[in-house]
């Protein structure tokens, strides 16, 4: 890790973000994809499918976690929420606390969206909407869904997954996607607050006649130059 880094970070940490903090990183409304199949990768214990299931909608979601046991996924989740406060407490002061205003009130989103994800998952086998997959293969048919989200996972992690990773993870998203869908991924920086180096590189290999791509602004402020997030509209 980048001594310039603001988060400790070995590993791919869970993601346990609500409903109304992906509003805001994907300027999201779900009313355009009311009727349509909405799924959120690497979704790790985020409520946002449970919440917009909640709230009508055909949310889902797909993890590697997702073959843990209730237990085992409850016993995961705490840990990593208690050790990433530790982490940020640690870096508070080179984030933007727009959106959070205290570490206390970060805190609490987590352990609320956390117990939220959980409510659903111990129904998973009855009702299925936590897939276990993990990119650049996800365990879905061509032309399933027509909106995806993908939070802090795609380029937050650009020292552990290269940009030939990169490359068929977002192929894979874009298969599964329906054509007149959209792929929606934020943040574009790493964990030393720069954005990703190869984005350009990336957008120019990605981009053809069936497949445009977008650097879109959100308005969901932590990390200083997570301003934009990258919209893949499949033609």
Known sequence: MSKNAFYE???VAMTCRSYEE?????????????????LDVAAGASSFTTSAYHKGYDAYAVDPLYNLSVEEMRKHGEEEIQEASRKLKKGARTLLWDSYNTLEEHDKIRRDSFSLFMEQYTQNEKEQRFFHGALPHLPFSDHTFSLLLCNHFLFLYDKQFNFEFHVKALKEMIRITKKGGEIRI????????????YLNNLIETL??????????????RFMPKATEMLVIYKK
């Open 9 to 11: 970070q070995v590993g």
């Open 22 to 38: 992906y509003e805001k990183m994907f300027e999201l409304n779900l009313e355009q994809f009311k009727g349509e199949k909405v």
């Open 186 to 197: 934020y943040p574009l920086v790493g964990f030393n607050h720069e954005i990703y180096p």
């Open 207 to 220: 981009e053809n006649d069936h497949v445009k791509i977008k650097l879109l602004p959100t308005t969901f």
